[in-house]
């Protein structure tokens, strides 16, 4: 089954304490991306992927690292977590051309809470 | 820049009514359009789509409009169900780009 997962789907954590949140798909895809949703601001784009070993910055990419190693795979990483980071996380992935590159797969949500 | 404006909810209908969302956009160039679902406790998905003036996109008795002259792509329904209950989001892409620009999303609430 064509799918993009995310781990883990519920995390509380404390400032300051480093953490990552996996995601990956298996979708071939070339590009990848994370968002955040918090209520009243919809969906924000924190960082996106073209391609293994090419990032790039989205909307609201401060307090957040990503890496791209392999190409099924694009963890996001909180080095120093802060509460205004409490959120909902979502991973996406897409084709980068042609018509495919028209829809986004979206995994099931990161609910991260940072106290 | 680019951005996406949706009309704010939640939007309260009972079952059978008519659902019109209100979404329109600012792009430089030529955008596609789309419309995204979220039900509750699950990540978006692809709803329906049009990639230029004049395409109706449809799904699931969904449908919307690209209306390059009012620049928008308004999402209607002839009769909702409970089974619609979920947060819409309006977003584009521009031609030669992957990235997606969201609008903030609107709730959809339908009673029986």
């Known amino acids: 089954e064509a799918q993009v997962t995310q781990n883990p789907r519920y995390l509380i954590t404390v400032t300051g304490k480093k953490l990552t949140v996996t995601c990956s798909q298996n979708m071939n895809h070339e590009y990848m991306s994370w968002y955040r949703q918090d209520p009243g601001l919809g969906l924000r784009q924190i960082y996106y992927s073209m391609n293994v070993e090419v990032t790039d910055k989205g909307d609201v990419p401060e307090g957040y690292k990503v890496s791209r190693k392999e190409k099924r795979n694009f963890p996001l990483i909180l080095e120093s977590p802060s509460p205004n980071q409490t959120s909902l996380y979502f991973c996406?992935?897409?084709?980068?051309?042609?018509?495919?590159?028209?829809?986004?797969?979206f995994g099931p949500g990161t609910r991260l809470t940072v106290l | 820049g680019d951005s996406v404006t949706q009309m704010e909810g939640p939007v309260t209908l009972s079952e059978e009514a008519f659902l019109t969302i209100n979404c329109t956009y600012t792009a430089t160039g030529y955008p596609s359009l789309f419309w995204y679902v979220q039900y509750p406790g699950e990540g978006l998905q692809l709803l329906l789509k049009a990639t230029k003036a004049d395409d109706k996109g449809s799904n699931k008795g969904f449908e919307a409009t690209y209306r390059k002259e009012t620049t928008s792509f308004h999402l209607e329904k002839g009769s909702v169900q409970v089974s619609d209950s979920a947060v819409y989001f309006c977003?584009?892409?521009?031609?030669?780009?992957?990235?997606?620009?969201f609008g903030k999303g609107t709730m959809l609430l339908v009673s029986p």
């Open positions: 977003a584009l892409r521009l031609s030669g780009y992957s990235t997606l620009t």
């Open positions: 996406a992935s897409s084709l980068s051309t042609g018509q495919g590159a028209s829809v986004q797969f």
